[in-house]
């Protein structure tokens, strides 16, 4: 019985992590995010957020579009994806980052305490079809909701950036571009102004 018990977990486990291969096909592209070394010291060499004591619930996932970008070849459009799942992704680089920026992050807070959460809007880099030098847009946006005690103010962070040669360079200049855009938005946050007054 524990053996059959056992046999269906790890068929779930299989499955889900199956279901969570974020809407890529076996063909399609897939981008990897690697955060440089020493991204979260350089963005936080002031601590804002010291003595701030908060709970962060999570990232969550609200773009219209599952795809992080296209890939254009020739008349060709593939569409790319993350190899881990946005939510999963901003919800581990955000609270590394929240920590080196001095917060004290728990689990638990009390009923006045402050618990933040973060919707990720838009996150992609598309490139301009038809245009012979590849020029693209990356975009990012993020809107970060921080409840005190039941009062909820909300903060956008984003961040758009021009990103050449991504239709010449296929996969790797988007992926490129991806990891640029995933490093300047987390920059972003500490430098914001009214993340800044999170208190």
Known sequence: MKKKTALVAILFISTLLGMRAFAAGSGD???YFDIPPGLFQQACSQKV???VTAKFAGAKDMRDR???GLQVKGDAE???YSSRAIDEL????LGDLFEECGMNLVAKV??????ITADIREFFVDS?????TGKSRAQSLITFNINKGGQVTSVDVGMEVDSKDVRKKGIKGVSKA??????DTLKAIPENRYMKEIR
């Open 29 to 31: 592209p897939v981008v």
């Open 128 to 132: 301009e079809k038809g245009v012979v």
């Open 49 to 51: 957020w010291s003595g």
């Open 178 to 183: 991806a990891n640029k855009l995933l490093a």
């Open 66 to 68: 599952k795809e992080l």
């Open 110 to 115: 009390p009923e006045e305490g402050m618990v």
């Open 78 to 80: 593939m569409r790319v």
């Open 90 to 93: 901003f919800t581990s680089a």
